[in-house]
């Protein structure tokens, strides 16, 4: 069983940054790959980027590519997503889960943390 906390969110002007942070708990987090996705109101989930369990390898949407950077700090068991650029449309809830394979589908995660709210004013 894994939990997972997310914290950093807020509201940002356009152009600005964030950085969200994912804490888990457990001894075994080494051995997840984590994601963070994104939901924004009337939207379905959508992927926003990956990282494997050993920070080697990490997968991007299109649309954050060159904006957001996910990293992992195995120690403290934390996943961070780093956001830069930011765009209204980038407002959403972000999650982040964890899941056995490294993978751009939801349907591969098995744990999810509540969320928090990231509103990028224009």
């Known amino acids: 069983q894994v939990q997972l906390v997310e914290s950093g969110g807020g509201l940002v002007q356009a152009g600005g940054s964030l950085r969200l942070s994912c804490a888990a708990s457990g001894r075994t987090f080494r051995t997840y790959n984590m994601g963070w996705f994104r939901q924004a109101p009337g939207k379905e989930r959508e992927f926003v980027a990956a990282i494997s369990g050993s920070g080697g390898t990490t997968y991007y949407a299109d649309s954050v590519k060159g904006r957001f950077t996910i990293s992992r700090d195995n120690a403290k068991n934390t996943v961070y997503l780093q956001m830069t650029s930011l765009k209204p449309e980038d407002t959403a809830v972000y999650y982040c889960?964890?899941?056995?394979?490294?993978?751009?589908?939801?349907?591969?995660?098995?744990?999810w943390g509540q969320g928090t709210q990231v509103t990028v004013s224009s």
């Open positions: 889960a964890a899941a056995r394979v490294l993978s751009r589908s939801s349907n591969h995660y098995d744990y």
